[in-house]
C-alpha cells in the first residue's frame, strides 16, 4: 500500500502560481494512476487532474486546462500539479489520491493524501 503526503499550498495572489507536491512511500507508486482533488469549504470534492501510471495519459477538469499540469517523476515517487493564471475559484484544500483505474471519478482511489490549502486572494 502507497502513503501519500501532500506540500507546497499555501496563499497567492489571482494571476500567480503555485506548485503542489505529492509525496509516495512504498514500492508500488509506479503501478498506480495519480490523481488531484480539491474542496471547497462547503462544496463537494471536485476532480482537478489525473495521470495514468506510466505518465503518458492526462485529464484535466474544463476549468483548469491551459493553467494545471499535471506530472509525475515514478523514480521519485512523486506527483506535481504546477498551477497557474490562480483565480479565487481555484482556492481549496487540494488532495492526491492513488488507483488503479484512470479516472475521475473519486471512489475508484484508495489512498488520499491529508490535503494541502490553496488559498487563491482577489
Known amino acids: 500500500q502507497v502513503q501519500l503526503v501532500e506540500s507546497g499550498g499555501g496563499l497567492v495572489q489571482a494571476g500567480g502560481s503555485l506548485k503542489l507536491s505529492c509525496a509516495a512511500s512504498?514500492?508500488?507508486?509506479?503501478?498506480?494512476?495519480m490523481a488531484w482533488f480539491r474542496q471547497a469549504t462547503g462544496a463537494e470534492r471536485e476532480f482537478v487532474a489525473a495521470?495514468?501510471?506510466?505518465?503518458?495519459?492526462?485529464a484535466y477538469e474544463d476549468s483548469v486546462k491551459g493553467r494545471f499540469t499535471i506530472s509525475r517523476d515514478n523514480a521519485q515517487n512523486t506527483l506535481i500539479l504546477e498551477m497557474g493564471s490562480l483565480k479565487p475559484d481555484d482556492t481549496g484544500v487540494y488532495y492526491c489520491?492513488?488507483?488503479?483505474?484512470?479516472?475521475?471519478?473519486?471512489?475508484?482511489?484508495?489512498?488520499w493524501g491529508q490535503g494541502t490549502q490553496v488559498t487563491v486572494s482577489v
Open positions: 489520491a492513488a488507483g488503479p483505474t484512470f479516472t475521475r471519478a473519486p471512489d475508484f482511489y484508495h489512498t
Open positions: 512504498g514500492r508500488t507508486f509506479s503501478s498506480y494512476s
Open positions: 495521470i495514468l501510471s506510466t505518465g503518458r495519459t492526462t
